[in-house]
């Protein structure tokens, strides 16, 4: 099965333009565990993770990895960060039809909802046309946290304070259910990464790469009039236990075909 999952990891060249960057299709059922370090099984074997660019924060993510993995009830995500975790990490989601972009939200009671709302603060932010996030996941010193993203006051949905502090060996981890994403097995969901402090002074540090990497850092006086954020990656949680078993089939037989 391992074999099978290292297939289904696809990388695309061509990062200016290129939309979908990396997919990867989990199918190692199993989940992870929240305990901090990459180890054993889980995220397939330490397969399952992303990486991008630009180091203008120190490359605390643009010198990290975000990990996913699945089992048939939750998601797990893990960031490793390059360097001292100083500022806030917010991942978009997008997992349903629908969405909310820059234009449609200004919740700003906290810095968790701000930076959800306002990736850079004063200027505008656009995404992918294929990609409008429904979801945010902000880790910073202070722990996790999951946002429903709407038009006002953002939904509140999880807190995890089990890792906090800067120290960038301990990977920070959380389980989240899937119903909680309008997820189910076998779903597939888009996101991406970006980096910045709590009054939404952005580095151009991201996952996956993008051309701000090659610039200073967005917003805050240094002439952007707006901001791209054009690429993303894909994740598809593992299919149910009938299905993983047809794939292995598929495999097999593939196998003896060839030979």
């Known amino acids: 099965m391992k074999n099978i999952a290292a297939l289904c990891v696809c990388a695309l060249a061509g990062l200016a333009n290129a939309g979908l960057?990396?997919?990867?299709?989990?199918?190692?059922?199993?989940?992870?565990?929240?305990?901090?370090?990459?180890?054993?099984?889980?995220y397939g074997g330490g397969?399952?993770?992303?990486?991008?660019?630009?180091?203008?924060?120190g490359g605390t993510l643009g010198n990290g990895r975000i990990y996913?993995?699945?089992?048939?009830?939750?998601?797990?995500?893990?960031?490793?960060?390059?360097?001292?975790?100083?500022?806030?990490?917010?991942?978009?989601?997008d997992s349903r039809s629908g969405g909310f972009l820059d234009a449609?939200?200004?919740?700003?009671s906290d810095p968790g909802r701000n930076l959800s709302s306002n990736l850079t603060r004063d200027v505008?932010?656009?995404?992918?046309?294929?990609?409008?996030p429904d979801f945010s996941v902000v880790i910073g010193a202070f722990g996790i946290v999951v946002f429903e993203l709407t038009n006002s006051s953002h939904n509140f949905q999880i807190y995890s304070g089990t890792f906090t502090g800067?120290?960038?060996?301990?990977?920070?981890?959380?389980?989240?259910?899937?119903?909680?994403f309008a997820l189910s097995a076998g779903s597939t969901f888009k996101f991406f990464a970006a980096y910045g402090s709590d009054t939404n002074f952005m580095s151009n540090e991201t996952i996956p790469a993008m051309s701000v990497?090659?610039?200073?850092?967005?917003?805050?006086?240094?002439?952007?009039?707006?901001?791209?954020?054009?690429?993303?990656?894909?994740f598809t949680v593992v299919p149910a236990p009938a299905s993983l078993a047809l794939v292995g089939l598929g495999g097999l037989f593939a196998g003896r075909r060839r030979r």
């Open 213 to 234: 990497n090659d610039g200073e850092n967005p917003g805050f006086g240094d002439g952007l009039s707006s901001v791209h954020w054009e690429n993303y990656n894909a």
């Open 47 to 57: 397969t399952y993770f992303f990486t991008g660019g630009g180091n203008r924060f």
């Open 124 to 132: 505008n932010d656009t995404f992918d046309a294929a990609f409008v």
């Open 104 to 108: 449609d939200m200004n919740d700003t």
């Open 68 to 93: 996913m993995d699945s089992s048939a009830s939750d998601l797990y995500i893990g960031l490793q960060a390059g360097a001292n975790l100083n500022d806030n990490v917010v991942i978009f989601i």
């Open 21 to 42: 960057v990396q997919h990867i299709i989990d199918t190692t059922p199993g989940g992870a565990t929240v305990d901090g370090s990459i180890s054993g099984g889980e």
């Open 166 to 180: 800067n120290d960038p060996s301990i990977v920070r981890e959380i389980s989240i259910p899937l119903s909680n």
